[in-house]
């Protein structure tokens, strides 16, 4: 019978951000995001445009003829 290894972790990005702002506000975030997670969050923001621009070539589409005297 063939022992197998643990699988090792995946590589991750990790990012700190601290916001202070004067003695009344202190904020702190830790992320930590492996490279699957980073395609889906490219996927996300990517669908996320698309759609805008969509929505906008919808919305004025017909708005020359619309404003004419």
Same mark, same amino acid.
């Given at each position: 019978?063939?022992?197998?290894?643990?699988?090792p972790?995946? %590589?991750?990005?990790k #990012?700190?951000?601290r %916001?202070? #702002?004067?003695?009344a506000?202190?904020m702190? #975030?830790?992320?930590?995001v492996t490279?699957?997670?980073?395609l889906?969050i490219g996927g996300? %923001?990517?669908?996320i445009l698309?759609?805008t621009?969509?929505?906008?070539? %919808?919305?004025?589409r017909h708005l020359s003829?619309r404003?004419r005297?």
């Amino acid at each position: 019978m063939a022992l197998h290894s643990p699988r090792p972790h995946p %590589v991750s990005q990790k #990012a700190m951000l601290r %916001v202070s #702002a004067g003695r009344a506000l202190d904020m702190r #975030a830790h992320l930590r995001v492996t490279s699957g997670g980073l395609l889906a969050i490219g996927g996300l %923001v990517s669908s996320i445009l698309l759609s805008t621009a969509v929505l906008v070539g %919808v919305a004025t589409r017909h708005l020359s003829h619309r404003n004419r005297p």
